[in-house]
């Protein structure tokens, strides 16, 4: 058998064109391609507005197959608009097609896009290859209670202070001043001034002892006001252009170095005690 297969084999390979790519029957189908491919025709096909037929037609046209109706499913009526498209899952039907699905988020409600398509391996070309369909994306997990755990209230007093004037600084994003709270060989890089430090409105540092300690820092920014105009100034005053505060949560590593806190490093606070 082997005798007579080696000829025929040779035999083929000697017919098949030079310049015929050489595709593995065992390739892989290019997820991430896809899903690229899907996310944009997403941004085009769930945005549409009577007002703006031809112009929806023109952009969804490069992701669809000949001869596909111009607005794809949608009768040209009404409007919808959504955004935050990102990737979510992708069931793989074979070498050459997939079904994506995206998550997105229209109006209050966060959806859910499944979208077909094909893969042409040779030209390495995407294509929708069936309508998509919306469907409901799952609710939020129910997030369990945790104990709260003993607090060492002696360091989060004597904390307060330095950690306060730490987050004045790390607002400025002033590289002086902040090394000034850094811990040696440290260094840190602030805001640069597109937040106000308002206040240090919780300091949690669990019961413990050394010259290392793990705390959760709650800090009010100030967000600056894109112009002037104070809500105070003018009854029509738009909301939006006003200074405003956002809250955030930060974990940090302080040690103590003689007789002063300073920061080794800051990061997003893990998920909150309730």
Not at 12 to 34: L, R
Not at 99 to 127: G, I
């Given at each position: 058998?082997?005798g007579?297969?080696a000829?025929?084999e040779?035999?083929?390979?000697?017919?098949?064109?030079?310049?015929?790519p050489?595709v593995?029957?065992?390739?892989?189908?290019p997820?991430?391609k896809?899903?690229?491919?899907?996310s944009?025709f997403?941004?085009?096909y769930?945005?549409?507005d009577?007002?703006?037929?031809?112009?929806?037609?023109?952009?969804?046209?490069?992701?669809?197959p000949?001869?596909?109706e111009?607005?794809?499913g949608?009768?040209g009526?009404?409007r919808?608009?959504?955004?935050a498209?990102q990737?979510?899952?992708?069931?793989?039907i074979?070498r050459q097609?997939?079904?994506v699905t995206?998550?997105f988020?229209?109006?209050?409600?966060?959806?859910l896009?499944?979208?077909?398509?094909f893969?042409d391996?040779e030209?390495?070309?995407f294509?929708?290859?069936?309508?998509?369909?919306?469907?409901?994306?799952p609710?939020?997990?129910?997030?369990?209670?945790?104990?709260?755990?003993?607090r060492?209230?002696a360091?989060?007093?004597?904390?307060?202070?330095?950690?306060?004037?730490f987050?004045?600084?790390?607002?400025?994003g002033?590289n002086?001043s902040?090394?000034?709270?850094?811990a040696a060989?440290?260094?840190?890089?602030?805001?640069?001034?597109a937040f106000?430090?308002?206040n240090l409105?919780?300091?949690?540092?669990?019961?413990g002892?050394?010259?290392t300690?793990?705390?959760?820092?709650t800090v009010v920014w100030?967000?600056?006001?894109?112009?002037?105009t104070?809500?105070?100034?003018?009854?029509?005053?738009?909301p939006?252009?006003?200074?405003?505060?956002?809250e955030?949560?930060?974990r940090?590593t302080v040690?103590?170095?003689?007789?002063?806190?300073?920061?080794k490093?800051?990061?997003g606070?893990?998920?909150?005690v309730?």
């Amino acid at each position: 058998m082997n005798g007579v297969r080696a000829p025929f084999e040779r035999l083929t390979q000697q017919n098949t064109p030079s310049g015929a790519p050489q595709v593995s029957p065992d390739a892989e189908f290019p997820i991430g391609k896809a899903t690229s491919f899907a996310s944009q025709f997403a941004a085009v096909y769930l945005n549409f507005d009577a007002v703006r037929l031809q112009e929806r037609a023109a952009r969804l046209a490069p992701y669809l197959p000949d001869g596909a109706e111009p607005q794809f499913g949608w009768d040209g009526l009404g409007r919808m608009s959504a955004g935050a498209v990102q990737p979510y899952g992708t069931e793989i039907i074979d070498r050459q097609n997939a079904v994506v699905t995206l998550a997105f988020q229209s109006e209050d409600r966060r959806q859910l896009l499944s979208v077909p398509v094909f893969y042409d391996v040779e030209a390495e070309r995407f294509v929708v290859s069936g309508r998509p369909a919306v469907l409901p994306a799952p609710s939020s997990a129910n997030l369990p209670a945790v104990p709260a755990g003993e607090r060492d209230s002696a360091a989060e007093t004597e904390l307060r202070t330095p950690l306060a004037d730490f987050f004045k600084a790390y607002a400025t994003g002033n590289n002086v001043s902040l090394q000034r709270y850094a811990a040696a060989g440290v260094t840190l890089e602030g805001f640069g001034g597109a937040f106000t430090f308002v206040n240090l409105k919780d300091l949690v540092v669990s019961a413990g002892s050394g010259t290392t300690r793990e705390v959760t820092a709650t800090v009010v920014w100030g967000v600056p006001a894109r112009t002037t105009t104070s809500l105070d100034s003018t009854t029509n005053a738009d909301p939006g252009e006003a200074s405003g505060k956002l809250e955030q949560a930060y974990r940090l590593t302080v040690v103590k170095q003689g007789d002063k806190w300073f920061v080794k490093d800051i990061r997003g606070a893990k998920r909150s005690v309730g």
